[in-house]
């Protein structure tokens, strides 16, 4: 299986024709912003100049002049406005459409991780399971139980259990250690004397079988 994305770079460009997107977006909004501040001054400009109550008909006309330049001002400021939210608008629906393609590849990348995560599952496990039949065949020949661990010997072979072994072993140890001769370190020297009586009266034991032997052979050989 391809582990890698065949798509990766159409991702990466429908990601940065989103970023583009947005960057407009947010131009648009600060024009809103600027159009609107706009539109604050010229109205504040429009209301601070009155209409001229007396003097000359040059002058009046001369400020009428003035307050209808600024009335002008002020309804281009209005339309400024509505254009910069109108381009906004449409920006922001350029940018909904780069994040649904972005999206739509995303989703594909999903995917892909998805099946790949559940390949290497399936591997894993198909590894496993090589490993667990090696492992019972390997046990079946050499006479093993797989799942208990038992055999028949529990001392040559060690079949049994771990608690058969330990049990048969440490009986094995005791009978060893109950056929050792037992000797009293408390007093090396009666247990020297002991020893020496226990020979002498062996050799005194054996001497009168000694000497029948040889009165035996005496009184064969004078029959002879």
Do not use: C
Not at 52 to 77: I, K, N, Y
Not at 93 to 105: G, I, P, Q, S, W
């Amino acid at each position: 299986m391809n582990r890698f994305f065949r798509l990766a770079p159409v991702l990466r460009a429908r990601k940065a024709q989103e970023d583009v997107a947005r960057g407009a977006v947010l131009q648009s909004q600060a024009e809103i912003r600027h159009a609107q501040a706009l539109v604050k001054r010229r109205h504040l400009e429009l209301t601070g100049s009155d209409a001229p109550t007396e003097g000359t008909a040059r002058a009046m006309v001369a400020s009428l002049v003035a307050r209808q330049s600024l009335a002008a001002g002020l309804f281009d400021a209005h339309r400024m406005v509505a254009e910069a939210e109108e381009a906004t608008q449409e920006k922001m629906d350029e940018l909904a459409d780069a994040a649904k393609r972005r999206r739509a590849v995303e989703l594909l990348a999903e995917r892909h991780a998805e099946a790949v995560r559940r390949h290497d599952l399936a591997l894993d496990q198909q590894n496993l399971d090589e490993l667990a039949v090696t492992a019972k065949a390997r046990n079946a020949a050499r006479g093993v139980d797989g799942l208990r661990e038992e055999r028949a010997n529990p001392l040559r072979h060690g079949h049994g259990s771990a608690a058969d072994r330990e049990a048969a072993s440490r009986a094995v140890a005791n009978s060893v250690a109950a056929q050792r001769p037992t000797y009293d370190l408390a007093d090396p020297a009666q247990t020297l004397a002991a020893r020496r009586a226990a020979l002498l009266s062996a050799q005194q034991t054996a001497r009168p079988a000694d000497l029948s032997d040889d009165s035996t052979d005496d009184d064969n050989r004078s029959r002879a």
